[in-house]
């Protein structure tokens, strides 16, 4: 399995930015499908946006023309940057590495034990 962690979370007002990031010393994103997914306590996890390996993207509906998801150049960090926040997007997020296409898990959501998952990073945004 790969070992995913997530950093970027924190606390915003709505309107606001973040950028989340996924790092997984020693692996290349480009072997896997990368993606970003939320869970709110109590419901279930969700995909919020998947980069499959030749380089497609898909985004759930809630996240088109706010989030982008992206990998550096050195195919090693992932990202996922939000913009124009808003206090629905509070959720812990996670980062996963998954064996299938992103139409997949995106928004449909998946299992944690299908794949590699970071330990989450949590976002909050504030009215």
């Known amino acids: 399995q790969v070992k995913l962690t997530e950093s970027g979370g924190g606390s915003v007002q709505a309107g606001g930015s973040l950028r989340l990031s996924c790092k997984a010393p020693?692996?290349?994103?480009?072997?896997?499908?990368m993606a970003w997914f939320r869970q709110v306590s109590g419901k279930e996890r969700e995909g919020v946006a998947g980069l499959d390996k030749d380089g497609s993207k898909k985004y759930a509906d809630f996240a088109k023309g706010r989030f982008t998801i992206s990998k550096d150049s050195a195919d090693t960090t992932l990202h996922l940057h939000m913009s124009n926040l808003k206090p629905e997007d509070t959720a812990m997020y996670y980062c996963?590495?998954?064996?299938?296409?992103?139409?997949?898990?995106?928004?449909?959501?998946?299992?944690?034990?299908?794949?590699?998952w970071g330990q989450g990073t949590q976002v909050t945004v504030s009215s």
């Open positions: 020693g692996y290349a994103f480009s072997m896997y499908t």
């Open positions: 996963a590495a998954v064996p299938v296409d992103a139409d997949l898990v995106v928004p449909r959501g998946v299992s944690e034990s299908f794949g590699s």
